[in-house]
């Protein structure tokens, strides 16, 4: 038994570097908010866990309602929720009906629409807990501009929150 009982690894989605092209952003390193594995960096994701878990280590992970565009990541990925979502129609707009960016040209994903909370719950269930990982941060429920509009204004910002309680205990 170790004293750790919980890592936390807000990497798992990868990291990018923010502000290079004189942007919008700050210069830094951060995420790719496009919530599955980046096997590149973690290249034995559910073997990590598993050991981790046979130490009496649970592993807890990160995610929030904005989507990054990955086509334009140099690493592999599986997926584009990014462009799922815009497919779908899953997007907070603008008062003008474009699709709402900021930080660094992500989209936020309209979780006061039904079928886009299933879907991001979805993305919770099969991206993350179906490979061992136990619990998460959420953030950015707050981030919807006061220029946006969702499907139901005014319940996104809570909804984020909502989620984990939506899952159960795990």
């Known amino acids: 038994m170790s004293d750790v009982v919980g890592v936390w690894l807000?990497?798992?989605t990868g990291q990018r570097v923010f502000g290079e092209n004189g942007g919008?952003?700050?210069p830094r390193v951060g995420l790719w908010w496009n919530w599955e594995v980046d096997e590149s960096h973690y290249q034995n994701w559910t073997g990590l866990i598993s050991e981790l878990a046979s130490r009496g280590i649970k592993v807890l992970t990160y995610?929030?309602?904005l989507l990054s565009n990955v086509s334009q990541r140099e690493t592999p990925y599986r997926h584009n929720y990014y462009r799922e979502a815009l497919e779908e129609g899953f997007a907070v707009r603008n008062g003008d009906g474009t699709v709402w960016?900021?930080?660094s040209d992500s989209l936020l994903v309209d979780l006061s629409n039904p079928s886009a909370y299933q879907w991001m719950k979805n993305m919770i269930v099969n991206n993350m807990?179906?490979?061992g990982v136990c619990g998460w941060m959420c953030?950015?429920?707050e981030t919807v501009p006061a220029t946006g509009k969702t499907s139901q204004w005014g319940r996104s910002p809570r909804l984020p929150?909502?989620?984990p309680r939506d899952m159960g205990p795990t």
Request: charged fraction near 20%.
């Open 101 to 103: 960016t900021g930080y």
């Open 24 to 26: 919008r952003d700050l």
């Open 10 to 12: 807000q990497d798992w």
């Open 139 to 141: 953030d950015f429920g």
């Open 129 to 131: 807990l179906a490979t």
């Open 161 to 163: 929150l909502s989620l």
């Open 63 to 65: 995610i929030n309602p």
